[in-house]
T-cell receptor, first 112, second 117 residues
Framework: GQNIDQPTEMTATEGAIVQINCTYQTSGFNGLFWYQQHAGEAPTFLSYNVLDGLEEKGRFSSFLSRSKGYSYLLLKELQMKDSASYLCAVTPRAGNNRKLIWGLGTSLAVNP | GAVVSQHPSWVICKSGTSVKIECRSLDFQATTMFWYRQFPKQSLMLMATSNEGSKATYEQGVEKDKFLINHASLTLSTLTVTSAHPEDSSFYIC?????????????FGDGTRLSIL
């Protein structure tokens, strides 16, 4: 089957660093995405990993280990506006339709 | 670039009404679009994959006669909720990918909040 696990909730302090983990077991692997979703809004794309290693984009970084079926999203210098749900999603296979398998999301609360 | 427009953003209507939601890729062509629904505090649930010029592919448990999908052009897909009932009230979101090659992310519309009275 297809399964993606991430913590349900996390809390952090403004200015701190937080790491959101994601593990996956899928029938194949053709890339992993991280999305941010604020309450009542649609998801917005944050990052993409297909090869092992760290991808850095400003305050956000994403890491992938394909052998371990593991990724994390690292948020630095947290701001109040980073309070949102963070969704991990995997593309199991290549092909035209290439639908995503979604995790349930991690709700991050940033406190002052 | 990669802007997806979804309309309407909010619909309130009586039970038994059919509701059409439009999803447009504004600055790119999308042979494939995706339709999701999301209940409060739950994750995205893929309903169907919309394919330009052919029939949509529905996920297990999604009634294709209830949720009609039309993808008549490379920039427009529509979802019609037929004879909507209160249990159909949800947040419906479409997405599209900019290209079928490479690993482009799905870009989402702003979503449609549907409330059936």
């Amino acid at each position: 089957g297809q399964n993606i696990d991430q913590p349900t909730e996390m809390t952090a302090t403004e200015g701190a660093i937080v790491q959101i983990n994601c593990t996956y077991q899928t029938s194949g692997f053709n890339g992993l995405f991280w999305y941010q979703q604020h309450a009542g809004e649609a998801p917005t794309f944050l990052s993409y990993n297909v090869l092992d290693g760290l991808e850095e984009k400003g305050r956000f970084s994403s890491f992938l280990s394909r052998s371990k079926g593991y990724s994390y999203l690292l948020l630095k210098e947290l701001q109040m506006k980073d309070s949102a749900s963070y969704l991990c999603a995997v593309t199991p296979r290549a092909g035209n339709n290439r639908k995503l398998i979604w995790g349930l999301g991690t709700s991050l609360a940033v406190n002052p | 670039g990669a802007v997806v427009s979804q309309h309407p953003s909010w619909v309130i209507c009586k039970s038994g009404t059919s509701v059409k939601i439009e999803c447009r890729s504004l600055d790119f062509q999308a042979t494939t679009m995706f339709w999701y629904r999301q209940f409060p505090k739950q994750s995205l649930m893929l309903m169907a994959t919309s394919n330009e010029g052919s029939k949509a592919t529905y996920e297990q448990g999604v009634e294709k006669d209830k949720f009609l999908i039309n993808h008549a052009s490379l920039t427009l897909s529509t979802l019609t909720v037929t004879s909507a009932h209160p249990e159909d009230s949800s947040f419906y979101i479409c997405s599209a990918r900019q290209t079928e090659v490479g690993n482009q992310p799905q870009h989402f519309g702003d979503g449609t909040r549907l409330s059936i009275l």
